[in-house]
């Protein structure tokens, strides 16, 4: 029995010696922590239950039977964040590079299967070379029977992934399918084609960071949700994340203690906006001075910044939060930004988490830019995710809400449950200026005329009242109890249920 239980001893500490010193030293030197490591990190102490860690590669080719490290590669299994259960995978470099053999893939299918199984999310933890190069197609099924797995978990489960190392060919598409990707700065990068291929083919001559480092993919392609700047400091932000975020798509987002009065009163806003409708203001103030202790986890803070998504708590429950940025290209949509918003509210319907909009916009940005890009294509993104989400909808108009934009920014007529507007709101089909431009056209070479016009046309429509009177605006606010409002709002959607029409499912616009 005693020599036994040694060998198990003997196994395990083995397999968790991963690819040995040299190579872990080696990804130390790099500011990389291990496989095991980063779960250690992630997930509460001691709270780690790992499957198949003697798990081994079958491949026979290349003299690969004399190399059959145990765990192949990957580290599985599940744990829990504060509590609450979640399944892991942690691709280990120091062995055969994180690459992807079958079982490797094997294992990380076996997990994902038990999160769908059990309900509860996947935390996927990429550092790979890709496809195990000796395995060839058998690798490749390993990596299609993943991404089949993700494709039925979308929705289901929430997935996030973190990528801590490359992650380069198809590889890319299984992060590519799950709700959320953060990346580390300088240590991880993310392409279908390396520099090589593009050199060749191209003739680009682009290193691995300008390609699909961290900064790319956050701020230029919004392939990523979010960088940090180190492993440490991503393991913590995503436990955070994760806190906000239901097991899965039939539960309800964890309720936290709060300790902020829900009818705080925030006398500061009432001066938010200023009197000039030209200058613009910081809609994250707003975000954070309505939010529990000011606690906003904000995601793609890089991309497409005229508009603000992310996740807050009112009353301990988690509210997503879609808001136009009037620092930002004075808070107009366009393309990115409307892909950008219309991603996240389709998350929220997704799992049930409820959307508040705060709305300041003067409209879609125009140009053959815009046009060319297919503007109408991916501004209907975003009116479609907000019509088809039957989650509670609070929305807050701050000021400009004009045209198109208008109706989008979950109006009441895409079914928002409670509108909310400041007086110093006004929702017209345009600007006062570009109103009269067009309807005294005859009169352009009058300026007094035209200012007399402009005035005319501010008192009657630069208000929240036309809409109030119709009923698309359900209460004209004040600005410094916007917090006590929504907190309500929302506490009296707790019971909401809607649904659309049945159908196999929707044709968004993609
Ligand atoms: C087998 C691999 C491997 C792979 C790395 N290794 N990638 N083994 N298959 N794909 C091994 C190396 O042999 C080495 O073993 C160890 O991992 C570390 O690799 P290094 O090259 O020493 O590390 P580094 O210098 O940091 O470079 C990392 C790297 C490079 C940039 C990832 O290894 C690399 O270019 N690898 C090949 C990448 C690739 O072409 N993959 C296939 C992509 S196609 P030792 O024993 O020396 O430690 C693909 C398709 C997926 O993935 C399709 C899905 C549908």
């Not at 992650?167 to 700065?185: E, H, L, N, Q, R």
């Not at 930004?337 to 799992?351: E, L």
Request: charged share 25%.
């Amino acid at each position: 029995m005693k020599d036994i239980l040694e060998e198990l001893e003997g196994r395990r500490t083995a397999a968790r010696a991963g690819g040995g010193e040299r190579r872990v030293q080696a990804q130390h030197a790099k500011g990389k922590l291990t496989a095991r490591e980063r779960i250690e990190l992630l997930l509460d102490e001691g709270s780690f239950e790992e499957f198949d860690m003697f798990v081994a590669h079958r491949c026979t080719d290349f003299g690969m039977e004399k190399d059959r490290p145990a765990g192949d590669g990957v580290v599985t299994g599940w744990g829990t964040i504060n509590g609450r259960q979640v399944y892991v995978f942690s691709q280990d470099f120091t062995v055969m590079g994180g690459s992807v053999s079958e079982t490797h893939g094997a294992k990380i299918c076996k997990i994902m299967d038990m999160a769908m199984q059990n309900g509860a999310p996947v935390i996927g933890i990429n550092d790979s070379g890709g496809a195990r190069i000796q395995e060839g197609v058998a690798s490749l099924a390993a990596y299609g029977e993943v991404f089949q797995r993700n494709i039925e978990a979308s929705g289901v489960v929430p997935q996030i992934s973190l990528i801590m190392g490359p992650c380069a060919g198809g590889a890319v598409y299984s992060p590519a399918m799950t709700d959320f990707i953060f990346m580390v700065k300088d240590s991880s990068y993310m392409f279908v084609t390396g520099p090589d291929v593009v050199k060749t083919v191209t003739n680009e001559v682009v290193t691995a960071e300008e390609l699909g480092g961290a900064s790319t993919h956050t701020r230029k392609s919004s392939v990523a949700d979010g960088a940090f700047e180190n492993d440490v400091e991503a393991l913590a932000e995503i436990r955070r994340l994760f806190d906000f975020l239901p097991l899965n798509n039939r539960q309800k987002a964890p309720v936290r203690p709060f300790f902020d009065d829900p009818a705080r009163i925030e006398s500061s806003l009432d001066t938010l906006v200023p009197d000039n409708p030209n200058q613009p203001y910081d809609m994250k103030e707003l975000i954070t001075k309505i939010a529990d202790e000011g606690d906003f986890f904000e995601v793609q803070k890089d991309y497409a910044a005229n508009i603000i998504i992310g996740f807050i708590r009112l009353e301990g429950q988690t509210v997503g939060v879609v808001a136009n940025q009037p620092m930002v290209l004075a808070g107009c949509l366009d393309i990115d930004a409307s892909r950008k918003a219309a991603r996240f509210v389709r998350f929220c319907d997704a799992f049930e988490i409820p959307i508040l909009t705060f709305v300041d916009v003067p409209g879609f940005l125009p140009g053959t830019g815009q046009e060319y890009g297919g503007v109408i294509k991916h501004g209907a993104k975003l009116l479609f995710a907000y019509g088809e989400a039957t989650v509670p909808k609070v929305t807050v108009l701050t000021r400009k809400t004009y045209g198109g934009a208008y109706v989008v920014m979950a109006s009441k007529h895409l079914k928002a449950d409670f509108n909310y507007a400041w007086p110093t709101a006004e929702v017209a089909v345009m600007g006062a200026k570009g109103a009269v431009e067009i309807l005294y056209r005859s009169e352009l070479g009058e300026p007094e005329k035209i200012a007399a016009r402009v005035k005319d046309y501010e008192d009657r429509f630069a208000n929240p009242f036309v809409a109030a009177e119709k009923g698309f605006i359900d209460e004209v606010i004040m600005p410094h109890s916007t917090r006590r409002r929504v907190a309500r709002a929302f506490a009296a959607l707790r019971g909401k249920k809607a649904a659309m029409p049945w159908k196999k499912h929707d044709n968004i616009p993609l």
